[in-house]
């Protein structure tokens, strides 16, 4: 009876190691997948570590190159369009837009829905000037296009868009405006009038 007892009672550890062993190797297993998951992640992580540093490099290659241009043809239109209310356009190092006025530098947000839409205006025209002189080609320079760039601006801001827009026809073979605010149809010599009727819409050239 005690060599049973005995026996029963190495055959329940005998067990017990076994379930123990069993974990063990389960969760040696699980180590491993996750080593080798680490492993591989920790290989990603210097790639994108690479390529990050890549496009900074890259980042600031281009800012370099395009933000003189950029602040030279916005800062002036948006300071002519404005008749000198504010001096000039300015892109930082993060490529945000500040706007100069009375000499101090204010983020783009600022200021009203009226002027940061001017803003944009003016800094798309210097975005695709810079953007034509950094690719060297001249084909870039031959259309530009907008969408609703009236809407916000007063009559007298209107003009000023007008004015500059003339002046950029020494530079642009086509300016493409989309527009809702007939008053200024007239300043265009090629009207594309779309109308929307009960059975769709229609256009006429006038």
Same mark, same amino acid.
């Given at each position: ?26 969760? &040696? ?26 496009? *900074? ?10 933000? /003189? ?16 209310? +504010? ?12 706007? +100069? ?5 204010? /983020? ?50 209107? &003009? ?7 002046? &950029? *026809? ?5 300016? +493409? ?7 200024? *149809?007239?300043?265009? /010599? ?17």
């Amino acid at each position: 009876d005690e060599t049973q007892r005995i026996v029963q009672e190495h055959t329940t550890t005998q067990h017990t190691l076994l379930t123990e062993i069993e974990a063990l190797q389960q969760r &040696l297993k699980t180590d491993e997948t996750q080593r080798s998951t680490i492993a591989k992640n920790m290989e990603e992580f210097e790639e994108l570590e690479s390529l990050d540093s890549l496009f *900074k490099a890259f980042k600031t290659f281009i800012l370099d190159k395009i933000k /003189p241009t950029i602040t030279t043809y916005a800062g002036s239109l948006f300071e002519r369009i404005t008749k000198g209310r +504010y001096e000039r356009i300015e892109v930082d190092d993060n490529f945000d837009f500040h706007i +100069y006025e009375n000499g101090t530098a204010y /983020p783009i947000s600022r200021f009203s829905g009226g002027e940061i839409d001017l803003a944009n205006l003016c800094l798309r025209i210097g975005i695709s000037r810079a953007i034509a002189e950094l690719s060297g080609s001249t084909e870039a320079l031959n259309f530009l296009g907008f969408d609703e760039i009236f809407g916000s601006q007063d009559e007298e801001r209107r &003009l000023e868009i007008l004015l500059a827009l003339e002046h &950029l *026809k020494e530079q642009y073979r086509q300016i +493409y405006i989309i527009t809702h605010v007939d008053t200024v *149809k007239d300043y265009f /010599p090629n009207i594309l009038q779309v109308t929307k009727t009960g059975k769709g819409s229609s256009a006429v050239f006038q």
